[in-house]
């Protein structure tokens, strides 16, 4: 199923695509110079791709500049018995955190990622979920794992940065190196981390209430235009075209364009947990990381000294297979690692997204709730 979703995107469909992901705030004349596309061909590919859900776009909050303490993710096993109703009570008490903007459940496996002010909320929205799951009778043997990581002390190397994968889409498409992962030029465009969106340089500048205003509803409509977001908060065109752009500049949010990895021909969804020994701190785990940019097809990864969360793709078991291979590996050689990573895979057939990149309700607790 995943591979003829793939082959119904056209080279020129994918080209566009990977324009529209690795540069999110080009307008459609700039799409198409750097395709080579003709700008009436780039609008009509762009609607028809739009209409067929193959992407969506977000817009991603820096909660570490917001004032948020902690990055959450969790996974959790999901029992055996009908996938609808199961995963329907594994659901519930997920949608019901605004603080967890991305959850999905497949067969027998789910995760959430969020964000949280403190670790008091962080370990109270956990005992909610875990509560929810036990009032709707969902028996859990392991009740999994909630892994908190504070963002003063961790770095993104990619936060929902899907470039790689499409180029590599768009590689085999045209016959050419699925191998090569990133060019020179694309290396530019998000950098090696994702600058103040973790670290020790503290949180941003206390937003105005205009601001918040504009900010809430730009996370809400990541679509709307800046008319269309000025009659939601009662600012003007101009003044909201300046907020976002002040904001954008100030570093309080990126823009992405999320594709729908089955139509790109991706098979599994990656989860990947692993704690590191001691001495292997960010800095020295630099190859590695270096690594995963490169070769790996994965598009977010978050770490700090002491563990490591990643999320990839694969086409099939025996791709992620050899990229497990490849990067335990490294990992070993340079003792990195004493025990096997964490991992998660879910078909991408299967899987319900119970929160589809929705960080309307965490960018109101992040802001607050006037």
Sequence with gaps: MAERKRKNLSERELRVLHAL???????DREISEITGINISTV????????ARNVFKTAILPNFHKLGMELFLVGYTPIPPGPQKEVIGQ?????????????????????????????????????ERIQRGWAENN???DKVGSLILLP????????????????RRALYEAAGGDAGIMVSEEDKGVSGPYLEGWGGDDGRGRSLSKKE????KALVMHPEATNKKIGEVTGVSRQGVAAIKSRLLEEGFYVVRRIPDLQALGFEILVLAHTVF??????????????????????????????????????????????YKNQVLSLYRRMNFINDEPTITLMPLTELIH????????????????E
């Design 151 to 166: 963002l003063t002390i961790s770095r993104f190397l990619t936060f929902c940065d899907y470039n790689n994968i499409v």
């Design 277 to 322: 020994s001691p001495v292997s701190t960010v800095e020295a785990r630099e190859e590695a990381i270096r690594y995963m940019e490169e070769h790996v097809p994965q598009f977010f990864m978050i770490s700090s000294n002491t563990q490591n969360v990643l999320m990839a793709a694969a086409r099939n078991y025996e791709e992620f297979v050899h």
């Design 212 to 215: 918040r205003k504009v900010f």
């Design 138 to 140: 969902l028996m859990l």
């Design 43 to 50: 609008i009509a590919i762009k609607k028809r791709l739009s």
């Design 90 to 126: 594994w659901r519930t008490p997920v949608e019901r955190e605004e603080r967890l903007f991305y959850a999905g459940a497949a067969n027998d496996m789910a995760f959430f990622m969020g964000t949280a002010e403190n670790y008091t909320s962080a370990m109270a929205l956990w």
């Design 21 to 27: 992901v690795s540069h999110p705030m080009f307008n």
């Design 354 to 369: 119970v929160k589809y990149h929705d960080y309307g309700g965490a960018i109101k607790i992040a802001l607050g709730q």
